[in-house]
């Protein structure tokens, strides 16, 4: 039996929850609040303090890549060629300070002050607009049209895919869908996979009110 312990949103175990579900294994989706939280923190049920974390028969796995590469493994979402499968943990590993450069705005009480800096993110210099830019670019230089260019969809998509849209979802204020309308690498990108099989399926029990409306095959249309 296999346990992911997460908060009650998409954000970094979004992925894996996707590769979870694809590997066909048995698993529980385990999601917790801030107090919760705490309380396994100081207990030590943590490795590295943060979610996500899998509880496996073996032992608990943290850091959000390192479940991802576990669980896609499993469901076969590594590239069999070693190049590709580097290309894609290239890419997962590239996507880490992006995000955290993303996220900064995130634990900030204050309305105004959390706005501020989200507009600034998202300013011509700003961390949100240089990640979309790159982003961008990758998709428009990607032969088969998946992130790390791999012949197949691959993990690399699971977590741009789920870290990138869920950004615009509405639910933090300051970041809108029509900041993304310019990027249209990236909406192409959205189609393609929201529109794949496997992913459409995933999602096929949610609505345009769910907090994932953002994987839906039509949400930025
Ligand atoms: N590098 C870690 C970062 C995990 C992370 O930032 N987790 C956040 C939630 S998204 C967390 O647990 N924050 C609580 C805290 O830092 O006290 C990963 O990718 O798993």
């Known amino acids: 039996m296999h346990r992911l312990v997460y908060f009650s949103v998409p954000g970094r175990a979004e992925a894996s929850r996707i ?5 066909g294994i048995e698993w529980e989706d385990v999601e917790v609040n801030g107090e919760e939280f705490s309380k396994m923190k100081k207990e030590g049920t943590l490795p590295w303090g943060m979610l996500p ?7 608990t796995i943290a850091e959000s890549s390192a479940i991802l590469r576990y669980a896609g493994k499993i469901a076969g979402l590594i ?24 996220d900064t705005t995130f634990g900030i009480q204050d309305d105004n002050e959390r706005i501020r800096l989200r507009k600034q993110l998202f300013e011509p210099d700003g961390a ?67 529109n794949e099989e496997r992913i459409k399926n995933h999602y096929r029990g ?9 994987f839906l095959p039509n949400a930025f249309e």
């Open 53 to 59: 974390i899998l509880q496996t028969s073996k032992g």
């Open 206 to 214: 949610i609505t345009s009110e769910d907090i994932r409306w953002t």
């Open 19 to 23: 590769a979870l579900s694809l590997s």
């Open 128 to 194: 949100a607009t240089k990640a979309l830019k790159l982003y961008d670019k990758k998709i428009k230089d990607s032969k088969s049209g998946w992130a790390a260019d791999t012949d197949e969809m691959s993990i690399a998509d699971l977590k741009l895919f789920t870290e990138l849209f869920a950004f615009f979802s509405g639910n933090y204020d300051g970041i809108e869908k029509s900041m993304l309308m310019d990027y249209k690498n990236l909406l192409n990108y959205h189609h393609k996979v929201a």
């Open 79 to 102: 590239p069999d060629d070693s190049f590709q499968a580097a290309k894609a943990d290239e890419f997962i590993d590239g996507m880490g300070p992006i995000a955290r450069a993303m």
